[in-house]
């Protein structure tokens, strides 16, 4: 087995390991994300805040309709009540009454109109709380089937760290300094395969010497470009 085919190899259960430890990463960050929920907590509050809001101005508008009729039964009363024999005051309370009544009926129009806006409000509130239940429900599905694919991927990173410790074992010590030296500098590759000679890290086109000496199995050679180690296979 060529040198750069041991660390080619090494090289494959590194990356593979990269990416499922920047995958775990991302599971751990979206297990402790709850802005969704959060955002329908506050549609929720907000809804919850309106209907009260709404019911509030609308016992306001029925106690002015019950005041108002107080008012009217009282106007009535001295109107009718034979105490008043004046006639200028009779007529007096008798504008009275009328304008009394005239206002009844906007405060009636306006309890009216409470009233649906209650509805409305209520209405509004049940149907943004039924949907914060179906939020909360699909985040813990979610975050279950997550923990689920941590538990997996744990698994699976716990058999290639392995993998790679054997691999890395079976690998010269001054090699592997210079490989893991290389995944440092390089993002994580530190080995290129070679395909229709070109190096697949960087692109660029190998010399016929650097080739020849790529193929050479005793021999380690590195991209003249990028510096990685070269793997032809
Ligand atoms: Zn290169």
Redesign the pocket.
Known sequence: MSHSFKLFRLQQINTLLDKGHAKLKEIDRLLVDDHQVQMSQQRLDQAKNARYEADKNLRMAEQNVIEQRLKIERSQASLYGGKVVNPKELQDLQLESEALDRYLTTLEDLQLEAMLASDEAEAKFLEISDQHSAVLTQDIEQKDELTANKAELIQDLERQESEREAAAANIDSPYLQLYEALRLQKNGIAV?RVLDKT??????TLSATTFRSAQVPTKLTR??????I?YVG
């Open positions: 290129a190096c697949a890290a960087c692109g660029s991209c003249t470009t990028c510096g990685r070269l």
